[in-house]
Each structure stands twice: as C-alpha cells, then as structure tokens.
Nanobody
Framework: QVQLVESGGGLVQPGGSLRLSCAAS????????MAWYRQAPGKQRELVAS???????NYADFVKGRFTISRDNAKSTLYLQMNSLKPEDTAVYYC?????WGQGTQVTVSS
C-alpha cells in the first residue's frame, strides 16, 4: 500500500519561500515518476511540476523560474522548493505517484 505524507506548508508573506516534502512508503520510489499538484478553493486540481525517475523535470508555466521539484531516492522523498511566492499560489498542495495521492499540505501566501 502506497503512503504519501506531505509536510512543509504554512503561512508565508508574498515574496517568501517554502519547501514542501513528500515522504513515500510502500513503493519502489526510485523507479516512478512523481508530481506535485495543487488545488485552490473553488478550482480544479492542477499540475504544478513533475519529475521522472531519471530526474527530468517539467513545470507549469505559472511556476516556471520560481519553483523547483527534486527527489532524493535514497530517502524516498519528493521536494518542492517554492520561491517568490504570490497570493495566487495559495492552495492545498498534493504529491502524486502511481495513482496515489497524499493528504495535502496547505500553503497560504498573504500579508
């Protein structure tokens, strides 16, 4: 059974930074592509960034140049470094792998 546990969310001022983590278990972490999604109130869940098993990354246009996705296969952990945060980045952030979702972590960008 795949388990994904996100952490690192919180309240941050515009222009600030946060790093999200997603600890995975019950899966051969290193061989699967993984992704971060987010869902703002009243909106559909949307893809933020993805990373293949070999480290190739892809980003949504609205985070390019600000967010960085990475993975540590030895720790079975996925990361999302978020810089220059904007109020419109406010959402619940979820990690995804092989059809499974974490419980999400709230990110709120507000002054």
């Amino acid at each position: 059974q795949v388990q994904l546990v996100e952490s690192g969310g919180g309240l941050v001022q515009p222009g600030g930074s946060l790093r999200l983590s997603c600890a995975a278990s019950g899966i051969s972490f290193s061989i699967y592509p993984m992704a971060w999604y987010r869902q703002a109130p009243g909106k559909q869940r949307e893809l933020v960034a993805s990373i293949t098993s070999t480290g190739t990354t892809n980003y949504a246009d609205f985070v390019k140049g600000r967010f960085t996705i990475s993975r540590d296969n030895a720790k079975s952990t996925l990361y999302l470094q978020m810089n220059s945060l904007k109020p419109e980045d406010t959402a619940v952030y979820y990690c995804w792998v092989y059809g499974s979702w974490g419980q999400g972590t709230q990110v709120t960008v507000s002054s």
